[in-house]
């Protein structure tokens, strides 16, 4: 089984997208669930004075999934498993919502942690420009009710350039998303299919590609 992972900040679109991606191909789906955490708001984002449970809870939640993933028999499985995060991009975040100290507790967690986690086939890293995350945010508050200050936003996003501006352990597919709409146009999400195929067929491992394209909101 192929394992191809969709990243990107909040708002990005990955969570949507990665079920299109299972629908389309017959694959199967791994969600990142904030359901599951009790430090986490209806929003997605961690209680007052609770980030460092929040993360933690979340990181150890990823890890769980990572490590079934390995222990069952998929791989032998021809479909494609689809998920919306990296764990090893954890990290990015994260580092913004802690105390030093409790970063560096986090980081040694981390650190143990990802001795075990499988590297992904594909790596898509769906990037958009910060006024178009603050205009995606804005249409998801409609269901949350809440939506982050613009600071905060840019923040995550720069740091999620840097990661993966930097990224080497694994093929790398980074989509720049302010143009299209795959959710609703099909057109773009035909065309980020076939690019997806071409990344999984034609580059090897540690290989980094850059394209242009949008993603739907999450």
Request: hydrophobic share 40%.
């Amino acid at each position: 089984m192929r394992m191809i992972v969709l990243e990107g900040p909040r708002g990005i679109g990955k969570t949507h997208l990665v079920g299109m991606l299972a629908e389309r191909t017959g694959g199967r789906v791994i969600r990142a669930s904030a359901k599951s955490n009790p430090f986490l708001s209806e929003s997605g984002a961690p209680e007052s004075g609770y980030s460092f449970q929040a993360i933690l809870h979340s990181l150890m939640s990823q890890f769980k999934q990572a490590h079934q993933l390995m222990q069952a028999d998929l791989f032998s499985d021809a479909s494609p498993c689809f998920l919306d995060y990296l764990v090893e991009a954890s990290p990015i975040s994260a580092r913004l919502l802690m105390s030093r100290r409790e970063a560096d507790l986090f980081d040694t967690y981390f650190d143990i942690m990802m001795q075990r986690v499988p590297l992904p086939d594909l790596i898509v890293y769906l990037r958009a420009s910060t006024d178009v995350l603050m205009e995606r945010l804005a249409l998801a508050e409609r269901e949350d009710g809440e939506i982050p200050n613009r600071e905060f936003v840019d923040s995550v996003n720069r740091a999620y350039d840097d990661f993966f501006m930097n990224y080497k352990r694994s093929s790398l597919l980074i989509v720049d998303t302010d143009e299209a709409d795959y959710r609703n146009v099909p057109r773009d999400f035909h065309d980020f299919c076939q690019d997806l195929e071409w990344a999984l067929q034609d580059n090897g491992m540690g290989s980094v590609i850059r394209l242009t394209g949008s993603a739907a909101q999450d």
